[in-house]
């Protein structure tokens, strides 16, 4: 199963744009890449996956390099409920191999 | 919208007692896991179903156990809780066509 490496924090002005990166650099073919997030005290939420186009939805956009080896979720306009722990996750079979993500604080 | 509930948000139990921890998803999922999340260590797998009566042993299944008698339905049992198992324990199902997992509150389990 392939693994991701995603910085362990980042701060991001309320109102801009957040992009989070993420390097899955022994990703394989079939293989998607979903994102989560987890607000304090509760489960992960769903966000968004894709394999290897970009992806946009109501909550986030998804921007897949070309080699796949890399990708960044993108939140165009961050509000304070926005602030949680970012997970990046490539799935293998059922599995998800869930890293330490990456702690996105939104700033007044 | 997909709903997945656990049976309690806090648990607190004693050392060597048994513990069930239930879920229950209402969009007919095929696919039920259960995981343990502690600081540092993210989240650990310890058990998944893909079907009625069917399991396969995740990452950590060491001292738990699992129960799919109904398609809806998941359980978690802890047969002799120790404090090691000490931890929020979430659980999610996903569709196997889908593969997005949706997840519960989560239970945050204390053993004494």
């Known amino acids: 199963d392939a693994k991701t490496t995603q910085p362990p924090s980042m701060d991001c002005a309320e109102g801009r744009a957040a992009n989070l990166p993420c390097n899955h650099s022994?990703?394989?073919?079939?293989?998607?890449v979903y994102w989560y997030r987890q607000i304090h005290s509760q489960g992960p939420q769903y966000i968004i996956h894709?394999?290897?186009n970009n992806e946009t939805n109501e909550m986030a956009s998804l921007i897949i390099t070309e080699d796949r080896k890399s990708s960044t979720l993108i939140l165009p306009h961050a509000t304070l409920r926005d602030t949680a722990v970012y997970y990046c996750?490539?799935?293998?079979?059922?599995?998800?191999?869930f890293g330490t993500g990456t702690r996105l604080k939104v700033l007044a | 919208d997909v709903k997945v509930t656990q049976s309690s948000r806090y648990l607190v139990k004693r050392t060597g007692e048994k513990v069930f921890l239930e879920c229950v998803q209402d969009?007919?999922?095929?696919?039920m896991f259960w995981y343990r999340q502690d600081p540092g260590l993210g989240l650990r797998l310890i058990y998944f179903?893909?079907?009625?009566?069917?399991?396969e042993k995740g990452d950590i299944p060491e001292g738990y156990s699992v129960s799919r008698e109904k398609k809806e339905r998941f359980s978690l049992i802890l047969e002799s809780a120790s404090t090691n198992q000490t931890s929020m324990y979430l659980c999610?199902?996903?569709?196997?066509?889908?593969?997005?997992?949706?997840f519960g509150p989560g239970t945050r389990l204390t053993v004494t």
């Open positions: 894709g394999l290897k």
């Open positions: 179903s893909y079907d009625v009566k069917m399991k």
């Open positions: 022994t990703i394989s073919g079939n293989e998607y």
């Open positions: 996750i490539v799935e293998g079979t059922y599995k998800y191999i």
């Open positions: 999610a199902s996903s569709l196997t066509s889908g593969r997005v997992q949706y």
């Open positions: 969009m007919d999922h095929e696919n």
